[in-house]
Every structure is written in C-alpha cells, then in structure tokens.
C-alpha cells in the first residue's frame, strides 16, 4: 500500500500546513495538521462545544456507520506553546491520499484550548511521532503511521514542505522525482517518542562550517527552528539592528535588513536555508520589523527543526527497525 496527499499552508507565513483526510462512511473530509513532534489524532467533532468552533470541519461519529465509541477511554494533551485539548475516542475507517486505515483511533475533541478556535482552517492533528508519546488511557493507541506500516511498500512516509506554497506527505514509498542527489540519513533516539536526532554542525552565511553534535526533534507540527543560544546570537550578530526583544519573545530586526542563510549539517551532507524562510514575519501588517525564523531553544529544553528547516529538504521518516531519518536535496 501507498498515499500521497497534499501539504497545504493555512497562511501566507506558512505557520502550519494541512492536509486532507477522510473519516468514517460516508467519508467525511477534514484538513489536518500532520505533526510528526505529537502522536495523538484528534478531530473537531461534533462533541465539541459550539462555543468553540469557529469555522473548522467536524467529525460528526454518529454519522459513520464504521464509527465505534472506545468506551472509558479519555485522552487529554498540552502543546509546547500551551495549547491543548481534551476528549473521547471512536475507531473509524481514515484514508490520506488513498491509504486506509480501519479501525484508527479517531479522538473526538470535547474542549480546545482558544488557540485552536482561533485557528479556523485547522480541523485537528495527526501525530506522527512515536505511539509512545499517545496520551489516550487508560489504553494508549497506535499512529496512523503505526497502523499503516504493516500493509506499506516502505516502512516510511516523507514529507516535502514547501515555502509559500503546497508540498507533499507521502506514505509507503519514496518519491525520486522529489529530490535530487542522493538521501543522507542519519540514526534516531525514539526516546521519548519524537524523531529524535543529531546535526553535525552548522553555519552562518559563507562562515565557517562549526562541527558540533546538536541534538533535537525533527518536527513537522512546529513552525520554526530553535536552537542553541550560542548559535542563534552568532547568526543574528550578522543581522543589521537585530536584537532578542523581550517584548516580542525572540529575535527581530528591521524587514530591510540583509540576513544571511544558515547550513546545517546531516552526517556529512548540507542543507542551506535561503534567508527568505528566516526573513519569518512582520511583527503587526503595518510594521517595518521583522520576526525571525531562527529563535532560541533556551526555553524549550529542546532543540527542534521545525518547519523553516524542514521545507529546505526533502525528509524521509523511516519507521525500519532501527528507525532512522533521512535528507535530500531538492
Ligand atoms: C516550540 S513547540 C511549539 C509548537 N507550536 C508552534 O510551532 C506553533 C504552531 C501553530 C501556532 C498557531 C497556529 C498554527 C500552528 O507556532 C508557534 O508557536 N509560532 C509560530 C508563529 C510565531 N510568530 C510564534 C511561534 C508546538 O507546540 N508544536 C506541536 C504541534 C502544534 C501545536 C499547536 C497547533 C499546531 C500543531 C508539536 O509539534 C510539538 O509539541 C510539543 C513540543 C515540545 N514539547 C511538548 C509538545
């Protein structure tokens, strides 16, 4: 089995792709995040209070005659930005880009942090990190990626996100015409349940490459690249009028300014950000400063490869025993 489907930003700062599933019979579509940095699938539903739904697609259960209630079980999840939600849990038949999935563990949303009402083309996620991460008890279910892998060509799926515009997720093979050269990977520490690796060094513009074990997440479900203090101010130091604003929490600089790309290391190959993907956002429309792409981790107690890092190559999730995580050029 195979599935292709579209990576879609929600907006023009591409702060979150979605992409398009069906639940249940007859198929109800709904556009979801696919988050390989969670390992939780929840919908808006029909449970949901209307109070907080505010334009997303739901999942009505009682309108699938595939849906069935997994009784007692509850699951309830907070985000690194302090988002979160809570609910109950159906089994339905789920299908991405043509591959299905019977019986996935759909959890249907009884309450959503107001970050996610906000958020109106974002109906729900789909983790695709490790199942040990699933927070549904009292018995914690398996990934869509985990339910799928024993029926897939290819023990893998691959994302290819793109920078203001639409990429792809694929699931069961990979995709030559998607990359160029060859696939550099590299090991993964499932623990605690991310996909969990190493850079082997970075650098600033046309510097110097500085070799150094930098360990984090490869995670699709975050919008930017957070790394070590030590590196974030190196890279902002060739930044014209760039400072690490308190007010702004994180790294801004006037629009005009020139920024240089940033490299990062996998085993021996390298990836260039261009300076357009750190180039983030204006802090308010009107604005003439600029948020960076490029924030540090020091609050996260992890490094994470976010989106900005992740649309510069074409990544390959690789669910072999194992497992283990690759990058292309493309
Ligand atoms: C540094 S983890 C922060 C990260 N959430 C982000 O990246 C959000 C994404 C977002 C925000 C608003 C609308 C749409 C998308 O975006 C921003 O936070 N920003 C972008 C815009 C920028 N101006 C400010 C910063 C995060 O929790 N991801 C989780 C998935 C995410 C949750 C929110 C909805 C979209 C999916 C997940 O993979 C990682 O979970 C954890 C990571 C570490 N320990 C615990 C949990």
């Not at 739901?58 to 609910?87: A, C, E, F, Q, V």
């Not at 996620?125 to 927070?135: A, E, M, P, Q, Y």
Request: with cysteine; glycine share 10%; net charge negative.
């Amino acid at each position: 089995d195979k599935g292709s489907a579209a990576a879609i930003p929600i907006n023009e700062v591409d702060i979150a792709y979605v992409t398009p599933v069906t639940i249940g019979t007859p198929p109800q579509t709904l556009m979801l995040d696919l988050d390989t940095g969670s390992s939780d699938l929840w919908v808006f539903s029909s449970l949901t209070p209307s109070t907080q739904v505010r334009g997303q697609e739901i999942y009505t259960p009682t309108k699938s005659s595939t849906s069935k209630l997994l009784s007692g079980h509850t699951w309830s999840i907070r985000y690194g930005d302090g988002s979160g939600s809570r609910g109950s849990v159906y089994t339905d038949n789920f299908t991405i880009g043509g591959l299905e999935v019977r019986s996935q563990a759909v959890q249907t949303a009884l309450e959503v942090s107001s970050s996610f009402t906000q958020e109106q083309s974002l109906d729900g996620l789909v983790g695709l990190g490790f199942s040990t991460l699933n927070t549904v008890r009292p018995s914690s279910q398996l990934t869509f990626f985990d339910n799928a892998r024993p029926n897939l060509d290819e023990e893998v799926f691959t994302a290819d996100l793109k920078y203001h515009a639409t990429g792809s997720y694929d699931f069961g093979f990979i995709d030559s015409k998607k990359y160029t050269g060859n696939i550099t990977y590299t090991a993964v520490q499932q623990s605690p349940g991310y996909w969990t690796h190493s850079l082997s060094g970075y650098s600033v513009g046309s510097g110097a490459f500085q070799a150094s074990q930098i360990s984090g997440i490869s995670d699709t479900g975050t919008t930017l690249l957070y790394l070590p203090t030590a590196i974030v101010t190196a890279y902002y130091r060739q930044v014209q009028g760039a400072q690490n604003s308190q007010y702004y929490g994180g790294y801004v600089f006037p629009c005009s300014s020139t920024l240089p790309t940033f490299t990062f290391g996998i085993e021996g190959a390298r990836f260039t950000i261009p300076a357009s993907y750190i180039n983030y956002t204006r802090i308010s429309p009107t604005s003439t400063t600029c948020y960076g792409g490029l924030q540090s981790s020091s609050g996260l107690g992890i490094n994470i490869f976010g989106d900005v890092a992740l649309k510069a190559a074409f990544v390959v999730f690789s669910g072999t025993n194992p497992p283990r995580i690759g990058f292309a050029t493309k």
